[in-house]
């Protein structure tokens, strides 16, 4: 049990020191730094704002972005936070996603960005960013399977990063 737990603490640590390739697409929020806690702005029943991303490294082929915003923690299984595609290849904004983004369907039955909302203790929220060869021509309010059906044969690049966020006390 010991090597076990020796081993795979080893190759945690490998991982987080091994630097970036130099085209690694590279996704990061300067709100919040990985795996550390969400402002309350960014939560459902707050201000309920999307954070501001950065974007670093897309590939020189990619004609769009495409997130993905979700929780692997949620008690009823995986639940999206937000679904938005044909971003434009830059930074994104606090609070909104650029002109020509189209958003699709959440877990929340919303067309938007709804934020963290644990029932209870504290939740991982995942940012995936997919680099894409094209712009997407689906609809806004289109599900997470059609976004991902959408999306095959179209990745040219990956990244991603977490935040967590607690449920009040």
Do not use: Q
């Not at 390739?21 to 702005?41: E, V, W, Y």
């Not at 290849?89 to 909104?96: K, P, R, Y």
């Not at 990244?159 to 009040?168: D, K, L, N």
């Amino acid at each position: 049990m010991r090597v076990v737990w020796l081993t795979t603490l080893l190759a945690l640590a490998w991982a987080v020191h091994v630097p970036a390739r130099a085209d690694t697409l590279i996704i990061s929020s300067p709100a919040f730094a990985p795996g550390k806690p969400m402002p309350a702005k960014f939560a459902y029943k707050r201000e309920n704002l999307s954070p501001p991303l950065r974007i670093v490294n897309v590939p020189a082929n990619a004609k769009s972005l495409a997130l993905i915003a979700d929780d692997p923690d949620a008690p009823v299984g995986l639940w999206t936070h937000w679904l938005v595609w044909n971003l434009p290849t830059t930074d994104l904004a606090e609070g909104a996603p650029p002109s020509g983004a189209v958003e699709g369907k959440n877990s929340f039955g919303n067309v938007r960005y709804d934020g963290p909302a644990p029932p209870i203790g504290t939740h991982r929220y995942f940012f995936r960013l997919y680099a894409l060869d094209a712009t997407l021509s689906l609809p806004a309010g289109s599900t997470r399977d059609a976004l991902l059906s959408a999306m095959k044969g179209h990745v040219v690049g990956t990244g991603e990063t977490f935040g967590v966020y607690s449920a009040p006390p």
